[in-house]
């Protein structure tokens, strides 16, 4: 069975609108959750992909974030597995980080909507030309300036990165095709989160737009199937139980 790892940071941020698709294609997926004191720690090779969820921090904050250097060491340990990385929000800094990015503390809160635009590396992409020219809503804290050596496949209004591709298989995007209206009021009532002074005015476009959301949803979760293969299974290491053994008579 195809089974994905997605690693939660907060309690409202979690595979949302994406299960839905995940469950039609019959995908299964498991949930590590640092932000109630699991560790950070798998093995590549009982998954078939690993996802970086959203945060409510930026990654320089690591009174906040203490697991960001263990989420670097799993990432390189998809990519040397050959298995595919997607991150979301705070996800995509992270796969960013990993491949050569330098992380900014700000701003505090990364959240508007905005039109996405392919680049000239997004030209032959799967998820840029799923996402080219439609409104996407952007959601993280902080920021990563990008190598030269990783140009971004998507742009906002701005010309600021909404999405790479710096590996083949390997994908970051700080839009946030996961999210649901009903994500975004938990994020609300989560408590001690730190909020974007416009969540209302964010919240109010998610549900005049929800449908689509859904249509966007779904075409990136087609995208990522082509680019990543993820109707894929990789083969799977064994797990072995060990046995009690007897003493001695």
Known sequence: MIRFLA???????FFGALEPQFEARGIGFSYLRPVTGQDV????????????????????????CPWVDD??????????????VVG????????????????????????YWTEAHATAAGRNDPLA?????????????????????????LVDDAGRWLAIRPAPLAYGTVFRPELKPGMIEDMVMEEGRPVPENIGA????????????????????????EALDLMRERR????????PVKDAE
């Open 88 to 111: 979301l929000g705070f996800g995509a800094h992270v796969v960013a980080l990993a491949h050569g990015g330098t992380p900014r503390d700000g701003p505090a809160h990364d959240a």
């Open 41 to 64: 720690a798998a093995t590549a090779g009982q998954f078939d992909c690993l996802w970086l969820l959203g945060g409510a921090y930026p990654a320089t904050d690591r009174e906040h």
């Open 236 to 243: 799977k290491h064994p797990v072995f139980g060990l046995r």
């Open 71 to 84: 989420e670097l060491r799993l990432v390189n340990a998809f990519v040397r597995s050959k298995r595919p």
């Open 7 to 13: 690693i939660q940071h907060t309690f409202a941020e």
């Open 202 to 225: 964010l919240l109010d476009e998610a549900r005049t737009r929800w449908e689509e959301m859904q249509e966007t949803t779904a075409r990136v979760v087609a995208a990522l199937v």
């Open 129 to 153: 030309r799923a996402v080219d020219g439609r409104r996407v809503l952007v959601m993280a804290n902080g920021s990563v300036a990008l190598p030269d050596a990783v140009a971004p496949i």
